[in-house]
T-cell receptor
Framework: AQKVTQAQTEISVVEKEDVTLDCVYE???????LFWYKQPPSGELVFLIR??????QNEISGRYSWNFQKSTSSFNFTITASQVVDSAVYFC??????????????FGTGTRLTIIP | GAVVSQHPSRVICKSGTSVKIECRSL??????MFWYRQFPKQSLMLMAT?????????EQGVEKDKFLINHASLTLSTLTVTSAHPEDSSFYIC???????????FGPGTRLTVT
């Protein structure tokens, strides 16, 4: 069975600080995808990134960066120079590639990030 | 990116009544749609997966007679909460995926309150 663990329930940092959100996953599949989503107070899920299990390159997108380490089954997300608009709940998710276009996502419990102005 | 809409965005109903939530893919054909439920301050839990023209596949513990899912067309799936009770109050989110495209696109969610 697949499992995603986000051990940090809530994090608060002062604006402009860097913050890292942890994600650890479990799967027996050799091929899988990892995701991060942002859920602001409005409730709508905002897609941030998808990473294939065969691609361990770290990725940077503006102030966001992701560190994928297959050896430790982790897919951590770092926000540099945080801003108040980054305040939201962030979910890490995992899916397999068993049937193309019909994958189920397993979500972590989420990390509530609060950026203090 | 692709757009998925949900209607209504919020609904309040009395205990014992049924409520229908619509999920539409606006600019692509969604061969598969997923329905999730999210309780306050909790994660998203998959309720069921529906493929166009087929019966939905429900996750363990989800009552198929209570949560009726219909995916009659490639752009519309509906979730009907039958005989709703206060414990069904939750945030319901749908997502849609097109054949051959791995990405799932999420709707904005529907907040159901049963009084």
């Amino acid at each position: 069975a697949q499992k995603v663990t986000q051990a940090q329930t809530e994090i608060s940092v002062v604006e402009k600080e860097d913050v890292t959100l942890d994600c650890v996953y479990e799967t027996r599949d050799t091929t899988y995808y990892l995701f991060w989503y942002k859920q602001p107070p409005s409730g709508e899920l905002v897609f941030l990134i998808r990473r294939n299990s065969f691609d361990e390159q770290n990725e940077i997108s503006g102030r966001y960066s992701w560190n994928f380490q297959k050896s430790t089954s982790s897919f951590n997300f770092t926000i540099t120079a945080s801003q108040v608009v980054d305040s939201a709940v962030y979910f890490c998710a995992l899916s397999d590639q068993s049937s193309f276009g019909n994958e189920k996502l397993t979500f972590g419990t989420g990390t509530r990030l609060t950026i203090i102005p | 990116g692709a757009v998925v809409s949900q209607h209504p965005s919020r609904v309040i109903c009395k205990s014992g009544t049924s409520v229908k939530i619509e999920c539409r893919s606006l600019d692509f054909q969604a061969t598969t749609m997923f329905w999730y439920r999210q309780f306050p301050k909790q994660s998203l839990m998959l309720m069921a997966t529906s493929n166009e023209g087929s019966k939905a596949t429900y996750e363990q513990g989800v009552e198929k007679d209570k949560f009726l899912i219909n995916h009659a067309s490639l752009t519309l799936s509906t979730l009907t909460v039958t005989s709703a009770h206060p414990e069904d109050s939750s945030f319901y989110i749908c997502s849609a995926a097109a054949r051959g495209v791995y990405e799932q696109y999420f709707g904005p969610g529907t907040r159901l309150t049963v009084t």
